[in-house]
């Protein structure tokens, strides 16, 4: 289920980026929209569900949201336990197992298939370095005008006419010796090196990460093409960002010459530069329209974006960790295997802490109910005489101890609705946090 609460996470986001880059255009810019989308990898790659509790309950006391204890049937709930005695029991419910067992069989051929891809990619690290001095006094210019001190290798393109960025740690440009003018060129290694400072590549390996967890989602692989697209459209507009309108034509005309075909029907160069023929027009519409935004645009695009990730954070708060149960009775996990069991125990006192300091003391009715049992015994209603009407629960004790950490035991009873007597039952189980977050 871990899995599934990330997808979704991520889908969300991914989704609301989506909208405001096609609704928003103005406010929106290709930067903002590749940086969202990189943001967004934090939910499709990191399991922040597990880590959810702490952010959970901040969330809703900011919120004002009061605080509910829902006891799940012990039956259907996902836990890992200990008890008392050292005995180890795990209980997940059987589709949470053959979520996992799919899940893991359609990751294989996506692994397999992308290794392949990759040797295939490294393979091009073996061309031979550019000799010609023209081309490296242009690329040394250009790495100059970029920005890039770190060393980037500039190789030669021979089997295939290349112009690419490979690397997400040492990088290489790769090129052909022979065919470019100068402009091409020179704009060419400007395009490659803003990928290059940007590390757009490793971006890329981490997208292609995602789309492997999350193979099952179709909207995982849209993401891969919106980021890809992106990528192009951010880097064309840091390109041409202090060109006039006539120097953009002559980019948008290099970028069409790249896309042409030869008499094979073939792509004169595979590029980052070339693309769909839609794909490119519309990276020249952008190019042309590119203009700074104003600094209202830039607030709003801000503030848009810090929505988008607040909204998609509480996504993580609807998952529900395995719950890990320590020091619990082992008559507790006898009764899943016949829900006919009547849980009797003979009455015994609370064990009370004796590190930690008593913070509350609830009971929990079977429908989430809480009531505070520290009001209700000092309530002085007259139980003497009462006709008890006792319904089910558990009586919660919540610990603070000095290191900031918590404890909280759990114990079978009933409470009368009448006047608030309880009747223990027996000691059910304990939950430790390193945190406290109640």
Not at 38 to 59: A, E, T
Not at 180 to 192: A, D, G, R, V
Not at 208 to 222: D, E, Q, R
Not at 349 to 362: H, K, N, Q, T
Request: aromatic content about 12%.
């Amino acid at each position: 289920m871990l899995i599934l609460a990330m997808t979704f996470s991520g889908s969300v986001v991914f989704l609301a980026i989506l909208l405001c880059a096609v609704l928003g255009k103005r406010v929106c810019s290709p930067a903002w929209v590749y940086n969202m989308l990189k943001l967004d990898l934090i939910f499709f790659c990191l399991p922040l569900p597990i880590y959810n509790s702490g952010y959970k309950y901040l969330v809703s006391n900011i919120l004002g949201i009061p605080r509910r204890w829902d006891m799940p049937d012990i039956a259907t709930m996902n836990f890992i336990a200990i008890e008392e005695g050292g005995g180890f029991h795990i209980n997940f419910q059987p589709y949470i197992i053959v979520i996992w067992a799919v899940w893991a069989c359609g990751l294989l051929p996506g692994v397999i298939r992308n290794l392949y891809k990759y040797r295939e990619v490294e393979a091009l690290k073996g061309n031979q370095p550019v000799s010609r001095s023209d081309y490296l006094a242009v690329f040394d210019r250009v790495k100059e005008e970029v920005g890039i001190k770190k060393s980037i290798t500039l190789l030669c393109a021979e089997d295939v006419e290349t112009i690419c960025t490979l690397g997400a740690f040492q990088k290489y440009v790769i090129i052909p010796e022979e065919g470019l003018t100068e402009e091409e060129i020179y704009y060419s290694f400007k395009h490659e090196l803003i990928h290059a400072k940007r590390a757009d590549v490793a971006w890329k390996y981490v997208s292609l990460f995602a789309v492997l967890l999350h193979w099952f989602n179709p909207l995982a692989y849209l993401y891969l093409y919106i980021m890809s697209v992106y990528c192009e459209r951010s880097c064309d507009a840091i390109l041409v960002q202090n060109l006039d309108k006539a120097a953009r034509k002559r980019y948008g005309k290099l970028i069409i010459d790249m896309t042409q075909e030869d008499w094979d029907g073939k792509r004169k160069y595979q590029t980052s530069l070339s693309g769909s023929k839609k794909m490119i027009e519309r990276r020249l519409i952008n190019m042309l329209e590119s203009g700074k935004r104003n600094k209202i645009e830039r607030l709003a695009s801000l503030l848009l974006g810090a929505a988008i990730m607040f909204g998609g954070s509480l996504t993580v708060c609807a998952y529900e960790n395995p719950r890990v149960i320590r020091d619990a009775d082992a008559a507790v996990f006898e009764a899943p295997q016949d829900v006919q069991v009547t849980l009797t125990y003979a009455a015994e006192a609370i064990r009370y802490s004796e590190e930690g300091r008593l913070d509350f003391m609830e009971f929990v009715r079977d429908d989430g109910t809480c009531i505070n049992l520290s009001e209700q015994q000092s309530n002085n209603i007259e139980r003497a005489g009462c006709v008890h009407n006792f319904v089910n629960g558990y009586v919660k004790l919540h610990y603070k101890n000095p290191d900031g950490s918590c404890r909280t035991d759990y114990y079978f009873a009933d409470i009368c609705e009448k006047c608030g007597e309880v009747r223990m039952k027996g000691y059910a189980y304990t939950e430790t946090l390193a945190k406290c977050t109640h």
